[in-house]
């Protein structure tokens, strides 16, 4: 058992899942198709976890109490070594505690477990960030979980689209330099259905932060009925963003959030930022997302 990574199994799938990042980075099916994207040359992330902010912060700035801090895109924890907290044959959990080095970034203290459990259908992770501090704790956390694009070799990304389980009548959100522009679009979700083509992410992701639906299905159109699929869903997540490189690559990020990129007028307090949680000194914030993976 190597101390970078734990694999889980039920009957009919697997997973794996890096100690950096407490990062999915393999989810099968029982006949060895590969769901998640490999992180090749055009990313070279699986799925990162965003926290302590999902987005960007205006010139990577969090102020707090009259002291500036370096905080960059999507936060740390992506880019931290969580500890093993349980490893079994189809559960794993992992934790990251404040430290010395999180505190010269983000000016509080908190505990975020991260647990993954696997069975014949999918893969449940679940999120509980607990404020062990004495005054409120301020945070975002989202998933950006990266699936192949294509998932069959052979049918064109075209063929692909996103059905939500609702209506998507709200505007969307987009991005300038990493910021939330102010103007909204019209969405782009017609009878529940979002055809997906590189060029919906010329202007990066699709940001539904009005979103109506809790789940959304990831599989080729009406015209290859068969091949293999996934079915995002997820609870305590107000926010969804959808998104690919904008100059192409052969992934797709289905990514539940709890906040957003800083909106690009912004420049206050972080404990005022719009998007954020505030938990409550001894209190803990539960999320959690579900990937259900099969072929039809």
């Known amino acids: 058992m190597s101390d970078d990574t734990h694999s889980l199994r039920s009957g009919r799938l697997s997973a794996t899942i890096k100690a950096h990042g407490a990062e999915l980075c393999s989810l099968k099916d029982g006949g060895g198709i590969e769901f998640v994207w490999q992180a090749g040359p055009e990313w070279p992330r699986h799925a990162p976890l965003l926290f302590p902010i999902v987005g960007r912060l205006a010139n990577d700035e969090l102020r707090h109490r009259r002291k500036t801090y370096?905080?960059?895109?999507?936060?740390?924890?992506?880019?931290?070594?969580?500890?093993?907290?349980?490893?079994?044959?189809?559960?794993?959990?992992?934790?990251?505690?404040d430290s010395e080095a999180t505190r010269a970034l983000y000016p509080f203290t908190f505990r975020l477990t991260v647990a993954y459990a696997i069975d014949d259908t999918g893969?449940?992770?679940?999120?509980?960030i607990a404020n062990t501090g004495k005054e409120t704790l301020p945070a975002s956390l989202g998933g950006h979980p990266a699936f192949n694009w294509p998932l069959q070799?052979?049918?064109?990304?075209?063929?692909?689209a996103l059905t939500f389980a609702n209506a998507e009548a709200s505007p969307v959100r987009r991005l300038d330099g990493g910021l939330l522009r102010a103007a909204t679009e019209p969405s782009p979700v017609k009878d529940k259905l979002l055809p997906l083509s590189e060029a919906l992410f010329v202007d990066d992701a699709v940001i539904f932060d009005r979103i109506e639906s809790s789940s959304v299905r990831y599989a080729a159109g009406p015209g290859a009925s068969t091949g293999p699929w996934l079915k995002m869903s997820w609870r305590g997540f107000g926010e969804l963003g959808v998104?690919?490189?904008p100059s192409g690559a052969p992934f797709l990020c289905i990514e539940p959030w709890?906040?957003?990129?800083?909106?690009?007028?912004f420049e206050g307090e972080f404990t005022d930022k719009p998007g954020l949680m505030h938990i409550a000194a001894g209190a803990e914030e539960r999320l959690s997302?579900?990937?259900e993976i099969g072929s039809s």
């Open 70 to 97: 370096r905080m960059t895109q999507h936060g740390f924890a992506r880019d931290s070594r969580f500890a093993w907290a349980e490893r079994g044959e189809s559960r794993c959990t992992l934790v990251l505690e």
């Open 123 to 128: 893969l449940d992770v679940t999120f509980t």
């Open 153 to 160: 070799s052979g049918l064109a990304k075209e063929s692909y």
């Open 243 to 245: 998104w690919s490189k």
């Open 258 to 265: 709890r906040g957003h990129a800083s909106p690009a007028s």
């Open 289 to 291: 997302f579900r990937i």
